[in-house]
T-cell receptor, first 109, second 115 residues
């Protein structure tokens, strides 16, 4: 089955700086790569996703890049704000989703 | 639109008791997923349904776990008998189509504690 690895497990940045979270996957059949944000006591919320026919996607301060050859994808958050503090999960799959272990992002005001 | 609704939000019960978790997917969504989240194992898919039919239950830990979807607007995950190692947050998610075409939307979960 698919194996998704996510790094780093924790990340602290100053407000206004950028944050980058990286994931790798193992199954070349995976064709869908979403990113979720989870706040305390809540379920994961989709923030951006990318499909295998696209190399990059951007939505305001959030961008995702995908390198299918290397089997890795990354989340980029620019101009971070305190409300970006949360746990972020990457996922990969084709019929099912396999999740990374999460990155706890702390944005320091 | 209402999101995925799960109940109860919290459940504390003693080992050996039967536990039933409930989920109402988003109206019009044909896929329903049950996940378990723990510190040790992260988010794991337990089972998913398409049009009320179980498609893949390979993630269900053992026979003590069972899931049903009697209609398009309701699903249950049952644990009988419950054990302390079942303590986790259980999430239900739904999507309009397969994950390749439509994203999954999660509920806020049921935090289950087995004493």
């Amino acid at each position: 089955g698919e194996n998704v690895e996510q790094h780093p497990s924790t990340l602290s940045v100053q407000e206004g700086d950028s944050a980058v979270i990286k994931c790798t996957y193992s199954d070349s059949a995976s064709n869908y790569f979403p990113w979720y944000k989870q706040e305390l006591g809540k379920g994961p919320q989709l923030i951006i996703d990318i499909r295998s026919n696209v190399g990059e996607k951007k939505d305001q301060r959030i961008a995702v890049t995908l390198n299918k050859t290397a089997k890795h994808f990354s989340l980029h958050i620019t101009e971070t704000q305190p409300e970006d503090s949360a746990v972020y999960f990457c996922a990969a799959g084709a019929n099912n989703l396999f999740f990374g272990t999460g990155t706890r992002l702390t944005v320091i005001p | 639109d209402a999101g995925v609704i799960q109940s109860p939000r919290h459940e504390v019960t003693e080992m050996g008791q039967e536990v039933t978790l409930r989920c109402k997917p988003i109206s019009g969504h044909d896929y329903l997923f049950w996940y378990r989240q723990t510190m040790m194992r992260g988010l794991e898919l337990l089972i998913y349904f398409n049009n009320n039919v179980p498609i893949d239950d390979s993630g269900m830990p053992e026979d003590r776990f069972s899931a049903k979807m009697p209609n398009a607007s309701f699903s249950t995950l049952k644990i009988q008998p419950s054990e302390p190692r079942d303590s986790a947050v259980y999430f239900c998610a739904s999507s309009r189509d397969s994950i390749s075409n439509q994203p999954q939307h999660f509920g806020d979960g049921t935090r289950l504690s087995i004493l």
